[in-house]
Structure formats: structure tokens, C-alpha cells
């Protein structure tokens, strides 16, 4: 499967962007996704993660209440809605994808070393 992330841009403190990742490839709807984020200077770093069945969600202490995980397995996009966006949230922005593991696996994957599909990132600033 490849991934394509979209969505990034200028923003200032407060505001909003939504995040794209479009996968290209059959059966992405078996398929796991994680937004990652990786600042300058700075390891890569989980963001939120949606299972493949999208039931399940996870989301890094940082974002959440302000990010929203989604998925369109009929548009095989996975989105990231980022509200009150903060300087902080600055980075370049990475969709990583895995093929789930067994048909039951529920598992939201976290980290980045779980993952075998990258997009090419998607870079968001936010001004103060």
C-alpha cells in the first residue's frame, strides 16, 4: 500500500486543519493506521491511531480533546482533524500504515517500530 498525507500548512494559534492520508492499493480497509509527528531536532513522535475497523482509537496525552481520528474505508482515507492548534503542534506530520495481524486484531498501535507503511509526510505550523 502507499500512503499519501495532505493537509498541512500555516495556521495560527487556535486554529484548525484537517489532515489527509490517502492510501492507493486493495483491502486498506484491513489495514491499521497511526499519525506520527516528528519537530525538528526531535525523535518521531505518536500521535493517534485508529484501528482497522476504526472502533477503536488511541491518542497521544498532548492532543487529546483537540484531534479527531478518522477513517472513509470506502475512500481508503484516514483523516486527523486538528483543532486549537498550538505552537507546539508544529512539526511535519507522518501516516504510517500495517496490515492487521489476525481478522480479530483489535490492537492500536503506537509506536512508530509497528508500523511497515509511510507516507511522505505533511508539514504543519502553527504561528503564535
Known amino acids: 500500500v502507499q500512503l499519501q498525507a495532505s493537509g498541512g500548512g500555516l495556521v495560527q494559534a487556535g486554529g484548525s486543519l484537517r489532515l489527509s492520508c490517502a492510501a492507493s492499493?486493495?483491502?486498506?480497509?484491513?489495514?491499521?493506521v497511526g499519525w506520527f509527528r516528528q519537530a525538528p531536532g526531535k525523535e518521531r513522535d505518536f500521535v493517534a491511531a485508529?484501528?482497522?475497523?476504526?472502533?477503536?482509537?488511541n491518542y497521544a496525552n498532548s492532543v487529546k480533546g483537540r484531534f479527531t481520528i478518522s477513517r472513509d474505508n470506502a475512500k481508503n482515507t484516514v483523516y486527523l482533524q486538528m483543532n486549537v492548534l498550538k505552537p507546539e503542534d508544529t512539526a511535519i506530520y507522518y501516516c504510517?500504515?500495517?496490515?492487521?495481524?489476525?481478522?480479530?486484531?483489535?490492537?492500536?498501535?503506537?509506536?512508530?517500530?509497528?508500523?511497515?507503511?509511510w507516507g511522505q509526510g505533511t508539514q504543519v505550523t502553527v504561528s503564535s
Open positions: 485508529v484501528y482497522w475497523r476504526a472502533t477503536n482509537t
Open positions: 492499493g486493495s483491502a486498506f480497509n484491513f489495514y491499521h
Open positions: 504510517a500504515a500495517r496490515l492487521r495481524s489476525y481478522p480479530a486484531d483489535s490492537t492500536v498501535y503506537v509506536t512508530a517500530d509497528r508500523y511497515t507503511y
